[in-house]
């Protein structure tokens, strides 16, 4: 009986070794990680050119030749880096990308310095940690180790971590290199952030592939009026045009649809929650609607993927206490579904409102088709959560929010969002306060995403 248990506990240790990258891989990770994660980057007050020298010096260091590196962007502070590790030429290369940037953080809003990596209680804390630091650190940590290793892919892996991705605008650094610089970045694929692995209570549920994602666009309500003094109100007021088309617009919803990958979705997910949801939402790829509105009442971003949405962000109006509005305007916020237009979204927007004196101005962000669910992608990803995590299922998703794959997408890189970093589907703090990771989890992301770039780029056997 001692020999049989003594069996079965090397074998779990041999397991978990094997799910973790060798000791000197992973302080190779963490050291990169903590450097990125201590310089400001902060997308309105920082710098990610720090971050690229720093990076491009590391890469030199390990024996890649300058040739194959390149450090360069709109401006000076918003540096991008690019490296290229050379494979035989046989297939197209492979795209990892990264943001070197990060959301503000504030000292006095957090428990801990946002801007110091802090390992505490199993988890990494700081800004970025898991937005996206995380990755970007692995990214370098893992081309490193291949050269190490002497891998020969059979296609270059290219990686690149960009500037503004939070921020976007004139210095986001992957419109800049897809501009400017295309040739450095071009590949059959991408692989980037966008998706996560999905735990309950420390165990493995889900690990995501973000295939697609919606399309963001701002539309502007405005109500002009000649005014006038407020001691002779007339029923013409600019501000109840406006709260009245704001009104309308928050007792509509846009109808209901599912694609590829949101099918995909839906029907993977309904093999890991219970019960009556699970019957739901295993009937919502079939288009039952019933079902649909269900699950939509369920969970806000389940509504969002199955559906259009329009939310009033902002609200102006008025410009003396004593006068009639002369202008009313609203920011109304739409997160399109990749098959819906923004002339649909448009023209659907002045039906409900129904106002003639409410003007609508769009100002929309580029749109991207979805990506193909590449079969050896698909077959990679899901082979290694089974064995890394079993009981786990690999779901296609799109991403409800925005990453730059989008501009890649609508480039003809098809992108897919993959990290294998299992985050609780309860603690989920990208962007927010004591933003954090777990140790163990970043560390098994290490060694995912370590495999699964070696399976895509291996030579065929």
Not at 235 to 261: C, G, M, W
Not at 393 to 403: D, E, L, R, S
Not at 427 to 446: K, L, M, N, S
Request: hydrophobic share 40%; charged share 25%.
């Amino acid at each position: 009986m001692f020999r049989l248990l003594s069996t079965f506990a090397c074998a779990a240790v041999a397991f978990a070794a094997a799910t973790l990258p060798p000791d000197s891989d992973q302080k190779l990770a963490r050291e990169i990680y903590k450097q990125m994660i201590e310089v400001q980057s902060g997308f309105t007050t920082g710098s990610t050119t720090p971050i690229a020298e720093a990076v491009a010096d590391r890469m030199k260091a390990a024996g890649f030749p300058e040739a194959g590196i390149f450090v360069g962007g709109a401006i000076p502070r918003k540096a991008n880096v690019v490296v290229r590790y050379r494979g035989t030429g046989a297939r197209r290369p492979l795209l990892l990308l990264a943001h070197e940037d990060v959301v503000e953080a504030k000292r006095e809003d957090w428990s801990l310095d946002p801007f110091q990596l802090t390992e505490k209680d199993g988890y990494f804390y700081g800004r970025g940690t898991s937005d996206d630091k995380s990755q970007a650190a692995i990214w370098v940590a893992n081309l490193i180790r291949y050269k190490r290793e002497g891998f020969k892919p059979d296609r270059d892996i290219i990686v690149a971590l960009t500037a503004d991705e939070e921020g976007g605008g004139p210095y986001s650094g992957i419109v800049w290199l897809l501009k400017n610089k295309r040739a450095l970045i071009d590949a059959e694929f991408c692989l980037n952030e966008g998706a996560s692995g999905e735990s309950e209570h420390g165990k493995a549920i889900a690990n995501e592939v973000q295939a697609s994602e919606k399309t963001y666009a701002d539309f502007r309500l405005e109500v002009h009026n000649p005014g006038g003094h407020s001691s002779r109100p007339v029923p013409d007021n600019a501000i109840y045009h406006l709260a009245a088309a704001l009104d309308r617009l928050s007792k509509f919803q846009f109808p209901f649809r599912t694609n590829e990958v949101t099918r995909a979705y839906f029907t993977q997910l309904a093999k890991v929650e219970k019960g009556a949801l699970a019957a739901d939402l295993a009937k919502v790829a079939s288009g039952a609607k019933d079902s649909m509105e269900r699950v939509a009442a369920a969970n806000p971003e389940w509504n969002s993927m199955l559906r259009t949405t329009c939310v009033a962000t902002q609200l102006e109006g008025g410009h003396a206490r004593n006068a009639l509005p002369q202008l009313a305007a609203a920011n109304i916020n739409c997160r399109i579904l990749p098959d819906d237009s923004i002339e649909y979204v448009q023209t659907t927007l002045r039906q409900v409102i129904a106002d003639s004196q409410v003007s609508i101005h769009a100002d929309p962000d580029i749109a991207a088709p979805a990506s193909p669910l590449r079969p050896d992608l698909m077959k990679a990803v899901d082979r290694l959560t089974d064995s890394m995590w079993p009981g786990a299922v690999t779901i296609p998703v799109m991403q409800v929010g925005a990453t730059d794959g989008k501009y890649l997408r609508a480039a003809g890189i098809p992108t897919y969002g993959v990290r294998g970093i299992f985050v609780d589907r309860d603690d989920v703090r990208a962007h927010g306060r004591d933003e954090r990771i777990r140790v163990q989890a970043f560390y098994e992301g290490q060694e995912f995403l370590y495999q699964l770039v070696k399976s895509l780029a291996s030579p065929s056997k």
